[in-house]
């Protein structure tokens, strides 16, 4: 069941319909067209690499900033735990509830529009899931709502992080995508907020080019940290690895 409640770069290859705004996966349709941030490979690469996380354990997983409600209905598909999304900007709270309205899997999912900094619940979660505003001063659009979606200028890393300590229960896991020139700057926040990067998924675009994106999985535990890396493209064909990971979803594979 849905609860609405209030307190406060395109790719053909996601098999999308850009006249009506909207993509199809192979159990799911995502729309979009009230979001500034669209649907992205580095995301469904992020929602793909941790539902293979994914356990019977999972009772509550919390999805901070949902936008199009992509990665909880990602997660939703391998997991029978009750989702809740989090969500501030108004228009991205509608897109999700409209997404999930219409998913198979809309009795364990539940949108809230508010500000994580402010949430509360009586429910520690086992699983959060994150893709955060990546740029902090870096150049900004012009865009206030791109920039609200691109930008940390609603929410920081150092906020974020906080955010994570207060919800995460004892045994829970967070994954947290980073744009990966800032990979050393999150460790030192991680450490600081005594929590510990037990696996990372590192991701490029290509064999000639460097790395763009690190997903991080965090925990309370310490472990020994598991290191992945994934290309996307093998000259102008998806990579074994990147087939393997995004068959479930994406419909040609």
């Known amino acids: ?47 793909a690499y941790t539902a293979t996380l994914l356990n019977d354990h999972e009772k509550n997983i919390l999805d901070i900033g949902s936008g199009t409600g992509l990665l909880s209905l990602m997660l939703s598909q391998f997991s029978s735990a009750n989702i809740t999304a989090i969500e501030l900007d108004e228009n991205a709270f509608l897109q999700t509830s409209h997404n999930f309205r219409l998913s198979v899997w809309k009795e ?6 508010n500000d994580i ?12 899931i994150c893709n955060p505003p990546f740029y902090e001063n870096d150049l900004v659009s012009p865009n206030e709502f791109k920039n609200a979606a691109m ?6 890393l150092v906020e974020l992080l906080i955010a994570v300590n207060n919800l995460l229960s004892n045994h829970g896991i967070a994954s947290v995508m980073i ?28 064999t000639k080019h460097t790395n763009f994106r690190s997903v991080c999985i965090l925990s309370r535990v310490p472990q020994i940290l598991v290191q992945q890396n994934l290309i996307i493209k093998d000259n102008e064909n998806y990579t074994a690895d ?8 994406y419909l040609n594979l």
Request: aromatic share 12%.
């Open 151 to 156: 930008h940390s200028t609603t929410l920081t």
């Open 1 to 47: 069941m849905i609860f609405l409640r209030s307190t406060s770069n395109h790719s053909q290859e996601l098999h999308g319909n850009m006249a009506n705004h909207y993509f199809s996966f192979k159990e799911f349709t995502v729309f979009q067209e009230k979001c500034a941030m669209k649907v992205c490979t580095d995301a469904c690469i992020q929602g």
């Open 242 to 249: 990147f087939i393997e990971l995004m068959k479930p979803y």
């Open 117 to 128: 900094r402010q949430f509360q619940s009586a429910n520690l979660f086992d699983l959060i």
């Open 108 to 113: 364990k999912l539940a949108v809230i529009q």
């Open 179 to 206: 744009p990966y020139h800032r990979r050393s700057y999150f460790q030192k926040l991680v450490e600081e907020n005594k929590l510990h990067i037990i696996r990372e998924l590192t991701i490029s675009q290509t």
